[in-house]
Structure formats: structure tokens, C-alpha cells
């Protein structure tokens, strides 16, 4: 058994099981344990057959991400671990990663740990590498959930994650209710996460590079949803936010299924009014 004081999660639905596998043995060899929460996948059963030494809960439906976060965070306290590692299903973490945030887990009120991550269809590595500072580490203003490392206390005084939000801006709101409460996000520069973010690939749209991220329609939906709560939520600037959402919504002329992926967008919009 590790003395790392870490529990970590994944999340998982329908994933990839070879990939999912190779995911655990990387964080099992970093972490003291580890739970599987499962939002109803078709593919449970060849899940457990492959992790049989793993914890796993099956939920009878699709809950979404922070209300399984929010439990995570849950059992790491009542276990008595004092930080959670949060990881998709489909992550790979460096061998190192865990060793890199222990140099900074004493540090003051530092509510997240997470690395540099790079998106490997829509940087190089060879570029990424000249954005890197020399600096060990530096604070930032927000991450992504996935490899981040989330100390146990601070999520339990904040409320944890918004359990409106079911999956996208999760971690952003997340990120923005620790900053609003004095906490900081610590982002190491000598551990790297490659990952990607749907099918993502740079377009031009009159001389300006967006992302295309190739997300099934119901993606769209949640998206475009939690962005307008977020910005309620927090009181954003308007010109921000219609910046932000034309960003993203541009875009969806470029994809399949353009149509219903529009058609979503806007009930998300709409709903996002709503909540």
C-alpha cells in the first residue's frame, strides 16, 4: 500500500475497455485506491471482468459527472484521504504524475493540483513545448477535471461540484467557486497530460482559428446550457459570454449532423435561461 493520502475516481460510460485498463494500472501503481463509478454502461460487465480487483459502483442510470464527484469526495473524507484524484475514463497519466504533485501538497490553501494538458489534435508537441514556462509551477485561474488533484477538505467547505450541471463547465464552476472562496489552482509545469477533447481540429473562420470539437448533439446541448448558467450563475460580462458562445457555435457549420447539433445549441440556450 502507497502512503500517498490520495483516492482517485473515474467515471466511466461505455468506455473503451483496453484503454480504460491501461488507464488503471497507471493510476493504481500512483494512488492508495481507487472507485469506478459507472453511469450504465452497455459494456459493465466486460468492465468488471477486466478490473475484477477494482471497486466499482454501477448506477442504474446516467448521473452525470459531479453528482459522482460530489461522492467521491464523500467516501476520500469518510476514508480519510486528504486529496482526490479525478480522471476520465480515457486518460493516460505520466508515471510520474502523483510523485510531481506530492512536492506541492503542503502548500497553502491550494484547492486543485492539476498538470499542463495538452490536446493532441490541436497543438504539437513540439509547440506545446515553447509554451512551457521555466518556472516549476505557476497558479491559473481554472482547469479541466481529468488528472487534476482536488484537496478533500476545501471541496467539502465549498459544497463540492453543482449537481445542476450533469457534464461540460463542471470543472470551470468548480474552478471559479475555490477561486471565489480564496483558494488557488496550482498548475505544475513538469508533469504533461496528453488527452482530447471530443474529436477537436482547428478551422478558419475569416482569420480567426476556432475549435471544432466534433461532440454528438447532446454534448451541444449540455454545453451551451451550462455556459449561459455559469454566466448567470457568476453575473459574467455579457460581451464575454456572447463572444464565448459565438465561439463555439460557429463551428457547428462545420460538422456533421450540423442540423440537429444547431437544434440542440439553441434548446440549450434556451434551458440555460431556465435553470
Known amino acids: 500500500m502507497l502512503n500517498t493520502g490520495v483516492l482517485a475516481t473515474i467515471i466511466t460510460f461505455n ?14 501503481s500512483q494512488v492508495d485506491d481507487l472507485v469506478i463509478y459507472d453511469n450504465c454502461s452497455k459494456n459493465i460487465e466486460e468492465i468488471k471482468g477486466k478490473l475484477s480487483d477494482v471497486h466499482i459502483i454501477q448506477n442504474d442510470t ?18 480519510g484521504y486528504k486529496w482526490l484524484l479525478i480522471m476520465d475514463q480515457d486518460t493516460l497519466i505520466p508515471d510520474n504524475l502523483i510523485e510531481e504533485y506530492r512536492k506541492y501538497m503542503s502548500l497553502d490553501n491550494v484547492a486543485i493540483i492539476c498538470p499542463r ?24 485561474d481554472r482547469c479541466i477535471s481529468s488528472a487534476s488533484l482536488n484537496n478533500v477538505d476545501i471541496a467539502t467547505e465549498i459544497g463540492g461540484f453543482d449537481e445542476k450541471m450533469f457534464i461540460d463547465y463542471v470543472d470551470y464552476d468548480y474552478c471559479k467557486n475555490c477561486i471565489n472562496h480564496g483558494y488557488k489552482i496550482l498548475e505544475i509545469n513538469t508533469g504533461v497530460v496528453e488527452h482530447q477533447i471530443g474529436k477537436s481540429k482547428i478551422i478558419n ?14 454534448r451541444k ?17 455579457i460581451i464575454r459570454v456572447v463572444k464565448s458562445l459565438l465561439g463555439h457555435f460557429i463551428p457547428l457549420f462545420y460538422e456533421e449532423n450540423k442540423s440537429e ?13 431556465k435553470l
Open 205 to 218: 473562420f475569416l482569420g480567426r482559428k476556432l475549435v471544432s470539437y466534433n461532440h454528438p448533439p447532446i
Open 261 to 273: 447539433k444547431i437544434k440542440q445549441a439553441l434548446k440549450g440556450l434556451i434551458d440555460g435561461l
Open 62 to 79: 446516467n448521473l452525470g459527472l459531479p453528482i459522482n464527484y460530489n461522492r467521491a469526495v464523500s467516501l476520500a473524507k469518510e476514508k
Open 221 to 237: 446541448y449540455y454545453f451551451f446550457r451550462n455556459r449561459v448558467y455559469y454566466a448567470r450563475k457568476y453575473h459574467e460580462n
Open 117 to 140: 494538458y495538452r490536446d493532441i489534435n490541436c497543438i504539437s508537441e513540439e509547440e506545446f513545448n515553447k509554451r512551457i514556462p521555466d518556472e516549476p509551477y505557476n497558479f491559473v
Open 15 to 28: 468506455p473503451n475497455i483496453s484503454q480504460l485498463f491501461e488507464n488503471v494500472q497507471r493510476i493504481m
